[in-house]
């Protein structure tokens, strides 16, 4: 029985030349005098061809503007070219830059990508939005699949996640960017966030402040137990008593900095500077100092991690850890490509922040 014509490969491989008219594989090799398999390997880059053939069909494509739809152009290796990439919020400033990196990269390299955005699923209760994600990708064929935030930032892993990312990198490769995840063993991009924080404390150590808190974050989630790791550790090292009041744990978002900034107000005995745990915390806690009547920052010392955009326009202008999401984000596509194209990239890469000096820290001796 004859296909019907909606059904047969030449209606799914066909595009429009220049002129308008339809065009198939099955034309230009009609035209090109050789079969169809010699045009498809043509198309997809596949060996055994010889010169005159591949220069007769490619003589029928120009002349036709021949543009072949992607997944035509991709059958012979069996690849989407396209890369999954599943985040916590994209419409955090430190995860849409890390995105927008990561899709201006895969772009330069052919690729394109799929967001999957987890609405922060497991920061405070789990509802299995990620594991839909991941299923979702692994349906649409993507031929891999970066993640960043949720599951691979935990400290305590879940043995349900951990098995269900066994089952993902069984199929597809997978690569963590910002992080790592115990008993994973795949490709990651992490930073070194505690020393991060050290640079933090030994700047404010330097303007002359001994007395330094904490502010933000949720412990058991992974960068915030490394960045009050180096915070503590940075207080140690400079001689200086670590106070358990002054670790106010509270969020990340800018209304959690500033809930966290009243409960410092509160104390009788406080910090000359704060470490935030992100920028957002810091424009709360600076929100909710200058509410308070407290200078910042002649009374109190500001600092935060990320360096997104927003901290160079607040005032005063807020001094940050930069740990540059976007390149995060080009170095993780940077690494799947690399794996896709089976050369072999190292398994880990750790990036290291900086520390971006602008106005919100004051030198302790000079203090009003």
Request: aromatic residues 6%; contains cysteine.
């Amino acid at each position: 029985m004859r296909a019907r014509k909606k059904d047969r490969p030449e209606a799914r491989g066909r595009a429009r030349g220049e002129s308008g008219r339809s065009v198939t594989i099955y034309r230009i090799a009609r035209e090109a005098g050789v079969s169809v398999s010699t045009v498809s390997r043509v198309l997809t880059g596949a060996a055994r061809v010889s010169e005159a053939k591949r220069l007769a069909v490619e003589a029928v494509i120009d002349r036709h503007g021949f543009r072949p739809n992607a997944m035509a152009r991709n059958l012979g290796r069996r690849q989407s070219l396209v890369i999954g990439f599943i985040l916590p919020d994209v419409t955090h400033p430190f995860y849409g830059a890390a995105f927008l990196g990561a899709e201006s990269r895969a772009l330069e390299l052919g690729y394109s990508l799929l967001l999957g955005n987890t609405m922060n699923d497991n920061i405070r209760h789990v509802t299995n939005v990620e594991s839909r994600l991941l299923s979702i990708m692994l349906e649409k064929q993507v031929d891999g699949i970066i993640m960043m935030g949720g599951r691979v930032n935990e400290t305590r892993v879940i043995p349900e996640h951990l098995e269900e990312m066994q089952r993902v990198m069984a199929q597809v490769p997978v690569v963590i960017a910002g992080g790592r995840m115990k008993g994973v063993d795949c490709w990651s991009i992490s930073l070194d966030e505690a020393h991060g924080v050290g640079l933090a404390v030994n700047y404010l150590a330097a303007l002359g402040h001994r007395d330094l808190g904490f502010l933000g974050g949720i412990r058991g989630i992974e960068p915030t137990d490394s960045r009050m790791e180096g915070f503590r550790r940075g207080i140690e090292d400079h001689g200086m008593k670590v106070k358990p009041d002054w670790f106010v744990e509270s969020g990340f978002t800018i209304e959690d900095g500033r809930s966290a900034m009243e409960a410092f107000l509160l104390m009788r005995d406080r910090p000359t500077a704060l470490v935030c745990f992100n920028d957002l915390t810091a424009v709360g806690a600076l929100y909710a100092a200058r509410k308070n009547g407290l200078r910042v920052p002649e009374e109190l010392s500001i600092i935060g991690v990320d360096n997104i955009p927003l901290s160079e326009y607040v005032v005063p202008r807020l001094t940050s850890i930069d740990l540059d999401a976007r390149r995060q984000g080009v170095k993780a596509v940077d690494v799947m490509v690399e794996i896709l194209e089976k050369k072999s990239p190292r398994r880990n890469f750790v990036l290291q922040p900086k520390l971006v000096i602008r106005d919100s820290c004051y030198t302790r001796q000079a203090a009003v």
